[in-house]
């Protein structure tokens, strides 16, 4: 990977990336309140449910299906993707949580960018999730999907880390 790709997606892993990740826990306070979460194990146990039954299973493929559908122009793939992640939200906090997120790394690149247009395809979509950001971003530096998911999954490991 050449260096300036390199720094893009270290740019895009970083827990200081000013998209608002750290003031949420992916829904934590909700399992606290029910008495799902009550201790240490029972908080182990959530994060490795969530990790496993969503994570793994719908957001990553979900992500590597939307940097192919950016690298391909797709953009009707990308807004059913985008659709389905939306739709896949559990609550209305989790579904705020990655609305504010994607437009907040809209925002960023389009920033980065300095009016080139590269994200503008980015903004026609009506509400941009943070996986369709994410993933447009790392199609517009060509950044390897691979490398873009493991570093899509290291900003999951700073949103646990930051929980109370």
Do not use: K
Request: with cysteine; aromatic share 10%; hydrophobic share 50%.
């Amino acid at each position: 990977m050449s260096g300036l790709r390199l720094s893009r997606l270290l740019q895009l892993a970083s827990p200081s990336l000013p998209v608002g990740a750290y003031s949420y826990s992916q829904g934590l306070e909700a399992a606290i309140e029910a008495g799902i979460v009550r201790d240490a194990a029972s908080a182990q146990q959530w994060i490795a449910d969530v990790l496993e039954l969503s994570v793994a299973s719908m957001e990553a493929p979900v992500l590597l299906r939307l940097i192919q559908a950016w690298a391909q122009a797709d953009i009707a793939a990308v807004e059913h993707w985008n659709a389905l992640f939306l739709g896949s939200r559990e609550t209305a906090e989790l579904r705020a949580e990655t609305v504010q997120m994607g437009y907040s790394l809209t925002r960023l690149l389009n920033e980065i960018d300095e009016g080139h247009a590269a994200f503008a395809p980015l903004q026609g979509l009506d509400v941009p999730a943070f996986p369709a950001a994410f993933a447009c971003a790392a199609a517009h530096w060509c950044i390897e999907p691979q490398a873009a998911l493991v570093a899509y999954l290291w900003t999951f490991q700073f949103e646990m880390e930051t929980i109370p």
